[in-house]
């Protein structure tokens, strides 16, 4: 398992990709690979098998406890410590300051957003397609967190060449930031662009202080043997992205 290297000692981030030596085969080849979603449509014996192998590689670094969400593409976020929840979450943020409670967040486009402090006692995960950035994901889950974040890593995602939106769109957040224009090239048609989320999640988490930003090189529509693309195929799995404190 690789982890994201400089970050505060005891800290293990990281994403998971299609390929893992322990996946279980596919009748649908849409979905093979390491798909750890229930909502695609997989076996679901099968996902809770890769979600369990999961949580036995993270154990041998102290992990216990791992939460899972319904995403919605929401502004929705919860923080998790010692409570136990019998009904799934519902939103697209999670905060934790409990060591060896590992936050999930699934992805196949969209961009994960990973968040810690300094000392490495407090983290977060967030799901930020370009809804749930526009509709402020990442200024809710700092706010959520106590101590706040002056680090964050960003997961694959969608890259800029291969992402046209309409103009609505980067309407929505120009008139939210409007130096965001930068993020937006003009596309083929008036009325389309193609926006970049790494550079506007770059701008919002500058905005709030983040000192360190990680990550955000990457592409899951053009990696197709490395990452899950719903617009390379809609019908398709989700890797999921995860931090926790050892």
Wanted: glycine share 8%.
């Amino acid at each position: 398992m690789n982890f994201v290297q400089g970050l505060p000692l005891g800290v293990y981030v990281g994403q998971t990709t299609i390929q893992h030596a322990d996946a279980l085969p596919s009748a649908n080849p849409d979905l093979a690979g390491f798909n750890l979603a229930l909502h695609v449509n997989d076996d679901p014996e099968r996902v809770q098998q890769h979600r369990m192998i999961l949580l036995n590689e993270f154990a041998e670094y102290g992990v216990n406890k791992i939460t899972w969400m319904t995403q919605t593409h929401s502004t929705i976020c919860h923080t998790v410590n010692e409570q136990m929840t019998f009904e799934a979450l519902i939103g697209d943020g999670l905060v934790t300051q409990t060591k060896g409670h590992a936050l999930m967040m699934m992805t196949a486009d969209c961009l994960p957003v990973v968040l810690g402090n300094r000392d490495g006692t407090e983290i977060a995960n967030l799901h930020a397609g370009w809804r749930g950035l526009a509709g402020g994901i990442i200024e809710n889950t700092i706010e959520a967190m106590q101590s706040g974040a002056t680090w964050a890593w960003l997961g694959a995602a969608i890259s800029q060449p291969c992402f046209e939106v309409g103009i609505e769109v980067k309407k929505t957040f120009c008139e939210k930031y409007p130096e965001l224009d930068m993020a937006f090239e003009q596309g083929k048609q008036d009325d389309k662009f193609y926006a970049d989320l790494y550079a506007i999640a770059r701008y919002i988490l500058e905005q709030h202080g983040i000192e360190l930003i990680l990550g955000g090189d990457q592409c899951s529509y053009r990696q197709q043997y490395e990452y899950y693309s719903y617009r390379r195929n809609a019908k398709t799995g989700r890797m999921a992205t995860f931090v926790f404190m050892q």
